[in-house]
C-alpha cells in the first residue's frame, strides 16, 4: 500500500492533525539519545551463534551490534539468525552472518534523522554513536515511538498540572481574605500590542476556572479600558486586576489628561478620538457604555489635567471563578 | 455551519492554519466599529468587517467570535495574520462586499447574532 494512501478518503479530524503536528515538531526537538536504548547488549565476531540465539531470547531483542576492539564492527539481527537456523550451523562465529554495511546515528541527531534513515532502508534498527565514535546505544522504531509518546505525555501532563493549580489556587491557600493580583503596564498609541493584556486577563481568568461568561464580561470591559488608555492617554497607564473568589475588581488609572466632562464622557455617541483612531474602528463613542454594561459597578473619576481613575468591580456567582469548579 | 463550509460558500481564502475549521458558526454580525461589535455580539458569531488591523482579531477574542471575514478581498497585514495564528481564530478574506455576504450566509441559514439597540438589557450576556 502506497503511504499515501493511508488517509485516502478519511478526513483527519483536528484532534489528530493536532497531534499530527506535535509529534512532528518532537521528531525535530528529540535527539536520539533521548529515546535510544543505553548500554545494548553487544557480541564480538568471534561469539558463537548459538551464543546469539540465546541472547536474543533471555534479553527478548531482535537485534545486537556486533563489537571488535570496542569498535563497531557490523550488526547481528534476527533476520541473520533464521538464516543460520535454515543451515543448521549454529556454531559458526558470528562474523559469518552479521552485516558489515551498517548504517550508524548519533546521539545528537534529531530523530527526524533516524526517522528518514528508517524510511529510505530497509534497515530495522540503528547503532548509535558518540562524537568519539564510540557505540553509545541502539535504536529501533520502536525506541522512537515509545519516546515520542513518553514526551506527549509530559506535555499532557504539565499543561493538566498547570490547569489543576490554577484552578485550585483558591482552596490551596488559606488566609482570612485570598486574592491575586495582575498587573499591566499599557503603553499610549501602541495598536498592535493594545488588548493583549485584555487577552492575557481573560485566558488567566479561564484557567482559574471561571464561567466562559464572566470571562467575556472581564474581557470585554478591560479590552475597552484598555483601548482607552492606548488612544487617550498622555503617557499610557496601569490596568490592576484583583481576583478573588468572590469577586472580580479591577482598577485602570493614567497620569493625563483627564476627562473634562465626565458626565458627556459616559454619553453614548460622544466621543473626543482623532479621525485616525475611528479609521481604526475605535472611538465610536460606546466604550465607557460598553463598560458598565459589562460589570456590576463602576466609579469614574478624572480631573482634568491630572488623570483618570476607572474602577470596576464583576461579582461572582457561589461557585464560580475562584476556581471550585467540582 | 462551520468554518470549512463558511469558507467554501464564500470563496474565502483562510490566512491562518491555527484556525479550528470544524469550529459551529452560530451566526453572524457586521461591523466596522469595534465597539458596535464588543456592544451587540453574541457568542461564536462571524465576524463580517471591512477593517483588517490587529484589533479586530483582539476583539474577536474578547467576543468569543468563530471567525473572522474580511470584506472585498481585503488582504490583512502581517501582524493581524500573525496575532490570528496566535489566537487560532480563522481570518478569512473573500471577494464579495458587505451586503452580499450578509446576503448569503443569511439566506444559508445563518441568524443575526447582532442584538438590536434596546438599551434595556446588558450585551454582555
Known amino acids: ?42 557480541v564480538t565476531p568471534n561469539t558463537p551463534m548459538s551464543e546469539v ?17 570496542n569498535q563497531l564492527a557490523g550488526l547481528v539481527s534476527i533476520e541473520d539468525l533464521l538464516r543460520c537456523l535454515q543451515k543448521s550451523d549454529l556454531d559458526t562465529d558470528t562474523r559469518h552472518y552479521m552485516s558489515t554495511n551498517v548504517l550508524t546515528i548519533k546521539d545528537t541527531d534529531p530523530v527526524i534523522e533516524a526517522l528518514k ?16 565514535g564510540n557505540l553509545t546505544g541502539i535504536l529501533t522504531k520502536g525506541d522512537i515511538t515509545s519516546g515520542i509518546l513518553k514526551a506527549m505525555q509530559h506535555d499532557y501532563q504539565e499543561e493538566e498540572v498547570r490547569r489543576y493549580r490554577a484552578s485550585h489556587l483558591f482552596e490551596d491557600i488559606e488566609s482570612d481574605r485570598s486574592s491575586l493580583i495582575l498587573r499591566y503596564n499599557i503603553k499610549q498609541g501602541d495598536f498592535t500590542h493594545g488588548g493583549a493584556a485584555s487577552s492575557a486577563i481573560k485566558r488567566a481568568l479561564l484557567r482559574l476556572g471561571a464561567e466562559p461568561q464572566i470571562a467575556r464580561r472581564v474581557g470585554i470591559a478591560v479590552y475597552e479600558a ?88 464583576i461579582l461572582l456567582p457561589k461557585k464560580e471563578a475562584g476556581g471550585d469548579e467540582t | 455551519m462551520n468554518v470549512q463550509e463558511l469558507i467554501d460558500l464564500i470563496n474565502g481564502h483562510l490566512y491562518n492554519e491555527s484556525a479550528d475549521l470544524s469550529r459551529e458558526i452560530l451566526g453572524g454580525c457586521g461591523a466596522d466599529l469595534m465597539s458596535d461589535v464588543l456592544a451587540s455580539i453574541q457568542p461564536e458569531a462571524v465576524l463580517l468587517t471591512g477593517l483588517c488591523n490587529p484589533q479586530v482579531v483582539r476583539t474577536s477574542v474578547m467576543a468569543d467570535v468563530a471567525a473572522i471575514i474580511l470584506v472585498r478581498g481585503k488582504s490583512p497585514p502581517p501582524e493581524t ?45
Open chain 1, 1 to 42: 500500500m502506497a503511504p499515501d494512501s493511508l488517509f485516502h478518503g478519511k478526513i483527519v479530524t483536528d484532534a489528530e492533525a493536532e497531534n499530527i503536528t506535535r509529534v512532528e515538531e518532537l521528531a525535530y526537538e528529540l535527539k536520539v539519545g533521548e529515546v535510544m536504548t543505553s548500554d545494548p547488549a553487544t
Open chain 1, 53 to 69: 540465539l540465546e541472547l536474543f531470547r533471555q534479553r527478548r531483542i531482535s537485534g545486537a551490534p556486533v563489537l571488535e576492539n
Open chain 1, 117 to 132: 534513515l528508517f524510511v529510505n532502508s530497509h534497515y530495522g534498527r540503528l547503532p548509535v554513536l558518540n562524537n568519539t
Open chain 1, 226 to 313: 484598555e483601548m482607552n488608555l492606548v488612544i487617550h492617554t498622555t503617557h499610557g497607564g496601569i490596568i490592576r486586576v484583583e481576583i478573588e473568589p468572590k469577586q472580580i475588581s479591577i482598577n485602570i488609572s493614567d497620569d493625563g489628561p483627564g476627562i473634562q466632562d465626565v458626565n458627556l464622557a459616559m454619553r453614548p455617541g460622544y466621543s473626543t478620538a482623532p479621525e485616525t483612531v475611528r479609521e481604526l474602528g475605535f472611538g465610536a463613542g460606546m466604550g465607557l457604555v460598553n463598560i458598565q454594561r459589562c460589570v456590576d459597578s463602576m466609579r469614574l473619576e478624572s480631573v482634568y489635567g491630572r488623570g483618570t481613575n476607572l474602577r470596576l468591580k
Open chain 2, 81 to 125: 495574520i500573525a496575532l490570528a495564528e496566535k489566537e487560532r481564530i480563522a481570518l478569512v478574506s473573500s471577494p464579495f462586499g458587505m451586503f452580499e455576504l450578509c446576503g448569503r450566509l443569511y439566506a444559508s441559514g445563518l441568524k443575526s447574532l447582532e442584538r438590536p439597540v434596546d438599551g434595556s438589557d446588558c450585551v454582555c450576556e
